[in-house]
């Protein structure tokens, strides 16, 4: 279990939802990562300058507040202010036309809370781990061959330059 130093933010209007989902994301997750909790959008936008690589975000984020913003309004300001923050949505309806919309506006996956939801949840957050292990680890591939590239053309501009300049280095015996 690897420990990760991006939090991932719960928002939930429902308070006991939202502990029986930390739990469980805290027991089961293959890292260790730090969780933080919200019970409205309000709130989690306030804190996105903690840099969450994940926010798992409930559609239906007004029933505490009746002016609060819903989930779908969270995701667009989520993906303006952070677009490389990946959004699982979390909502009771099962229905096509929402799961859309919110992909639409760029949720990685839709959740429909039933009793799958935590292991769906669970799941999906592995998957986001894995892939930004491997895009991290093509990133890095790709910066150590600029390097290497960069090292050989600098070894040959030495061998022409010396060729150049000292004809007789170059072709000495030894």
């Known amino acids: 279990m690897t420990t990760s130093s991006q939090p991932i933010f719960l928002v939930e ?4 939802y939202l502990k029986t989902l930390e739990r469980h994301l805290k027991e089961h997750l293959d890292t260790n990562a730090m969780i933080r909790t ?3 959008g309000e709130e989690c936008l306030k804190n996105m300058h903690l840099e969450p690589k994940i926010v798992v975000l409930d559609y239906y984020l007004n029933s505490l ?27 009771n309806q099962d229905n096509v036309q929402v799961a ?37 680890a093509i990133k890095t591939g790709k910066q150590v061959r600029r390097v290497l590239i960069g090292w050989i ?10 060729q ?8 000495r015996n030894i």
């Open 38 to 40: 919200f019970s409205n």
């Open 13 to 16: 209007d429902n308070e006991m």
């Open 100 to 136: 859309t919309d919110t992909m639409k506006y760029g949720a990685f996956d839709y959740v429909s809370k039933n009793e799958n939801a935590f292991l769906r949840v669970q799941n999906s957050i592995n998957n986001i781990e894995k892939i930004i292990t491997q895009s991290t």
């Open 153 to 162: 053309i600098l070894l040959i501009a030495i061998i022409i330059i010396l």
């Open 65 to 91: 507040l009746p002016k609060a913003m819903d989930g779908l309004e969270t995701l667009k300001k989520i993906k303006t202010m952070k677009p490389d923050t990946m959004v699982l949505m979390l909502s």
């Open 164 to 171: 150049l300049f000292f004809p007789n280095l170059m072709n």
